[in-house]
């Protein structure tokens, strides 16, 4: 999936942290919200908002920024 269109990053919103089509719902909050039991039904109940592909959209961002993370040895 390309999330580049629906996550923004902007400097002043949210300390800068990666948003969903610049309103001030983080990426870091939907991730919270489905680790903690929400189903994705429940948040786009909750959040009128939001939609279907923004969700996948910030899984798929997780997911690439764990593809690139990597540990350096000391």
Do not use: Q, W
Not at 6 to 25: A, D, H, L, Q, V
């Amino acid at each position: 999936m390309n999330y580049h269109d629906i996550i923004t990053i902007e400097p002043g919103k949210r300390s800068g942290k990666p948003c969903i089509r610049g309103m001030r719902i983080t990426v870091y909050d939907i991730l919270e919200y489905l680790a903690g039991g929400m189903t994705e039904a429940e948040i786009l109940e909750d959040f009128s908002e939001l939609t279907s592909p923004d969700i996948k959209a910030c899984l798929a961002f997780a997911a690439d920024r764990e593809k690139k993370l990597f540990v350096t040895s000391l």
